[in-house]
């Protein structure tokens, strides 16, 4: 398969067009569930089409474990090349490697302030305009509105959108009525776009909680495959 026949019929534009588009410059999307399901995964296809597209992606890992998120993109970008027999693979890597930077932090031991110092310096001072920027590891409950406010700001100005992780313990009270996450419920109106992924017995099911207005909660149509963790229609 051809790298724009692989973009054409990616699951992600089936992903888009249930939120009604991409993520627009200064949106914010959160991929919410317990820990274990899948949503390190979704971030990382998310990522990787950007890239497909040669466009340029910023990880922000607030894991201990910097390799293991480097081994996501390794291993998702090899269970596309076993289903999709990918031609150039060998060149599509190095491209996707050179629009790809990693950065981590301990959010404990660092301000908001000093982590849009360094992103803003990177994208502005080091040149690498990047069109997302992916978070992962971030824990809500340590943030506040002004944090979430802030960043948001920052992509508008830089024109660029931003993709959250977050983690829930497994069970319904995580949620409110409408599906929204409660540690986001204090800034959930500074959030554009809320999926939540919901493990079943033979799939993780994706739905919607959040669609740029307050209250969605409607099945996307899609899935995780169990064993790679692939997005597949449902």
Partial sequence: MALTELINRSPIRIFEKSIN?????????????????GKTSVLVQLALDKLFQE???IHVSFAQH????????????????TKKNIQNAA????DLVKNRVQMNF???????????????????????????IIIDGFDFSQTSRECI?????????????????CSLKDDDSQYDKNNIPVVIGPFVDLID?????????????????????????????MKLDPKTLLILEA
């Avoid at 060149?91 to 190095?94: A, D, L, R, S, T």
């Fill in 91 to 94: 060149n599509i890597i190095n």
């Fill in 193 to 221: 776009v809320v999926v939540a992924l919901q493990p079943k017995s033979d799939h993780v099911e994706l739905s919607i909680s959040k669609d740029r207005e307050p209250a969605v909660s409607k099945s996307m149509a």
């Fill in 21 to 37: 588009g991409e993520l627009n410059q200064g949106e914010i999307g959160v991929i919410a569930s317990p820990k274990g399901v």
């Fill in 66 to 81: 910097t390799q293991y998120m480097m081994s996501w993109y390794e291993d998702i970008f090899n269970e596309f090349i």
């Fill in 55 to 57: 466009k340029k992606v």
């Fill in 106 to 132: 301990n959010q404990g031991g660092v301000t908001k302030e000093q982590i849009l110092k360094s992103l803003r310096a990177m994208i502005v001072d080091g040149g690498f305009e990047a069109d997302v």
């Fill in 149 to 165: 406010a802030g960043v948001k700001t920052f992509a508008k100005d830089l024109g660029l959108s931003v993709w959250y992780s």
